[in-house]
């Protein structure tokens, strides 16, 4: 049972323009969301994260926002460049001594010049 | 500074043969620890994860184990690789809602 989803697997977009990646989840015990940024062969970068006591987080060119309601969050990406090309994983985590994250499957997003 | 080492980079070995990749973190006291595991196509999934040293919970059945002989040091091993254990491995670390990823073991079993 996937409790982090991430329904696109690839999102093409022309640079400039903005880059919206979404991520649904079903455990409402989540709280608190991250997204990370994977290049192959690399290890994840972490990117942007909202607590679930928000509903919107702004970093420079990134944005997430988050619907409880609906377990919802988006990443916008505004304006997109060729080099935010990557995989983009959507990461929840609850509560808990571990604080393990669980992760989604991914969205390739290609950036076009 | 806090940072994270994993090696090796990459790795090919044949089925049946043993596996061990190790994970070290530096700057940091008691950090949580975990081993993912990217599959082609696929999402990262947790393996294991520590808590300290010798407590280790395993997420996913498989024909992996891992060990924490020390604060800093998380193993991943396995007695015999199975085709399907092919990946992207990559240990991290975390001491509160922050993760720090390593650079990753890209693991072809032939």
């Known amino acids: 049972d996937q409790q982090v989803k991430q329904n696109s697997p690839s999102l093409s977009v022309q640079e400039g323009r903005i880059s919206i990646l979404n991520c649904d989840y079903t455990n409402s015990m989540f709280d608190y969301f991250l997204w990370y940024k994977k290049y192959p062969a690399e290890g994840p970068t972490f990117l942007i994260s909202i607590s679930s006591i928000k509903d919107k987080n702004e970093d420079g060119r990134f944005t997430v926002f988050l619907n409880k309601s609906a377990k919802h969050l988006s990443l916008h990406i505004v304006p997109s460049q060729p080099g935010d090309s990557a995989v983009y994983f959507c990461?929840?985590?609850?509560?808990?001594?571990?604080?393990?994250?669980?992760f989604g499957s991914g969205t390739q997003l290609t950036v076009l010049p | 500074s806090q940072t994270i080492h994993q090696w090796p980079a990459t790795l090919v070995q044949p089925v049946g043969s043993p596996l061990s990749l190790e994970c070290t973190v530096e700057g940091t006291s008691n950090p949580n620890l975990y081993w993912y595991r990217q599959a082609a196509g696929r999402g990262l999934q947790l393996l294991f994860y520590?808590?300290?040293?010798?407590?280790i919970s395993s997420e996913v059945p498989q024909n992996l184990s891992a060990s924490r002989p020390q604060d800093r040091q998380f193993i991943l091993s396995s007695k015999k690789l199975l085709l399907s254990d092919s990946g992207f491995y990559l240990c991290?670390?975390?001491?509160?809602?922050?993760?720090?990823f390593g650079s990753g073991t890209r693991l072809t079993v032939v």
């Open positions: 991290a670390w975390s001491v509160s809602s922050g993760y720090t």
């Open positions: 990461a929840a985590s609850g509560t808990g001594s571990a604080r393990q994250l669980t």
């Open positions: 520590s808590v300290g040293i010798g407590q």
